[in-house]
């Protein structure tokens, strides 16, 4: 293709089928007044914008502290509601306390006052934990379970299997799936020989 061209020569307008207006559109003509940028007025809309920008930019650093703070109230006051609720149960123990304490009456009544409000007392304090979903670990009688239970000790017994608990000495708890405190057990070594 590029021999035939330079065989040939250059084309003629008329061969190269130029338009008649051709010449005009390459002028290049001077903008009209309406198409004139407005320099000022550029200027005075980019200022608006970097306002308006930092603006959100202060509002999103804002809601990020005030988000931060109300994260730190939260952790901080965050076993209020439990605490609120046990404060009943303190009001309880003292109450049973004042009956066992109390001057009239026989002796007999005074403990079963007593013991009657701790038991009260007991149970209140049960179904605070319930409610926060704070349960008992069952371990009597179950096979040892580390994940659950803590041995102290281990001892021989004819009723109790090998390995399985004998005794608690304190209560496991666990608070929703997790263990919130192991039980502290005993575990039967099996019978003696």
Not at 21 to 42: N, Q, R, T
Not at 72 to 94: F, P, Q, S, V
Not at 146 to 160: F, G, Q, Y
């Given at each position: 293709m590029g021999k035939?061209n330079?065989e040939q020569?250059?084309?003629t307008e008329e061969?190269?089928d130029?338009?008649e207006d051709?010449?005009?559109?390459?002028?290049?003509?001077e903008?009209?007044?309406?198409g004139?940028?407005?320099v000022a007025?550029?200027?005075?809309?980019?200022a608006?914008?970097?306002d308006r920008?930092l603006r959100?930019a202060a509002?999103?650093?804002?809601?990020?502290?005030?988000?931060e703070r109300?994260?730190?109230?939260?952790?901080k006051?965050?076993?209020?509601n439990i605490l609120?609720?046990?404060?009943a149960?303190?009001d309880?123990l003292?109450?049973?306390l004042?009956q066992?304490?109390?001057?009239?009456?026989?002796a007999q009544k005074k403990?079963?006052a007593l013991?009657?409000?701790?038991?009260?007392?007991?149970?209140?304090?049960?179904?605070?934990?319930?409610?926060?979903?704070?349960?008992?670990?069952e371990?009597m009688?179950?096979?040892?379970?580390p994940d659950?239970?803590?041995?102290?000790?281990?001892e021989s017994?004819?009723?109790?299997?090998v390995?399985h608990?004998?005794?608690e000495?304190a209560?496991?708890y666990?608070?929703k799936?997790?263990?919130?405190r192991?039980?502290q057990?005993?575990?039967?070594s099996?019978?003696s020989t």
């Amino acid at each position: 293709m590029g021999k035939e061209n330079v065989e040939q020569g250059p084309k003629t307008e008329e061969e190269l089928d130029v338009p008649e207006d051709f010449e005009a559109a390459g002028e290049i003509s001077e903008p009209e007044e309406e198409g004139v940028v407005d320099v000022a007025a550029l200027q005075e809309e980019l200022a608006e914008a970097k306002d308006r920008v930092l603006r959100i930019a202060a509002d999103a650093e804002n809601f990020k502290k005030r988000m931060e703070r109300d994260k730190e109230k939260m952790l901080k006051y965050a076993g209020e509601n439990i605490l609120r609720e046990l404060l009943a149960t303190a009001d309880n123990l003292a109450r049973a306390l004042e009956q066992g304490q109390a001057e009239s009456g026989d002796a007999q009544k005074k403990l079963d006052a007593l013991l009657e409000g701790v038991e009260l007392t007991s149970k209140g304090l049960v179904s605070v934990l319930e409610k926060f979903e704070v349960t008992p670990i069952e371990s009597m009688g179950r096979e040892f379970n580390p994940d659950e239970m803590d041995a102290l000790t281990m001892e021989s017994s004819e009723e109790v299997p090998v390995n399985h608990v004998l005794q608690e000495f304190a209560k496991g708890y666990r608070f929703k799936d997790r263990v919130l405190r192991h039980a502290q057990v005993v575990v039967s070594s099996g019978k003696s020989t």
